[in-house]
């Protein structure tokens, strides 16, 4: 009898995890682009210069790849998409903080990727909203839509909505960054 129980466990295990795994080819046709596609960056990128990384978490590092960016899919995994700028591939990795709070690799890429990007939208904001984009921060004075083209998404695990007044950015795995927002959605503190 142990043994049959400890066979059916196994079993089990086996059919939860083959139910729970997603394939490349998953990944890709939720993404809806195959390699040799061309996207733009919809926001500025900070990538991880030295292993040319882009982290679905967002990191802010000092680096910045201009919205508007043209990049090539290179490959489409389950856990990453391999994208090169400019002659320089970057591997974009989904993290677990992410994956666990029910983002897919395709919805989050989809955030910082697109056919075109807005350049209308950046070209109706204010002053301030364009200085902080082309920085590529936060400043005083800058609509949540301007910091969202500067800084991209906040990591949704931490900021399961925009809507707050205030988002949570991580500027490496140990520092965090706050962006305080008004009520009439106006950066008035970062911190």
Not at 78 to 92: F, L
Not at 112 to 126: Q, W, Y
Request: aromatic share 8%.
């Amino acid at each position: 009898m142990k043994k049959i129980c400890h066979l059916l466990t196994i079993g089990a295990l086996v059919i939860a995890t083959t139910a729970c795994q997603t394939t490349n080819s998953d990944t890709a046709a939720a993404l809806g682009y195959k390699q040799g596609d061309v996207v733009q960056s919809l926001v500025n990128l900070h990538p991880d210069s030295k292993g040319n990384r882009l982290y679905a978490l967002n990191y802010q590092l000092p680096n910045v790849i201009p919205v508007c960016s043209e990049f090539t899919i290179d490959a489409v995994s389950t856990k990453s998409i391999k994208v090169t700028n400019n002659g320089i591939q970057y591997n974009y990795l989904w993290d677990k903080h992410t994956r666990k709070a029910g983002q897919s690799l395709a919805d989050n890429f989809m955030l910082f990727f697109g056919d075109i990007c807005d350049s209308n939208g950046m070209d109706k904001l204010s002053k301030i909203d364009k200085e902080g984009i082309e920085k590529g921060t936060a400043l005083v004075g800058m609509s949540k839509k301007g910091v969202l083209f500067a800084m991209g998404q906040p990591p949704i695990h931490a900021n399961p909505t925009t809507e707050a007044n205030t988002w949570l950015y991580w500027r490496n795995r140990f520092g965090k960054r706050a962006v305080d927002f008004s009520s009439e959605g106006i950066v008035i503190k970062v911190r």
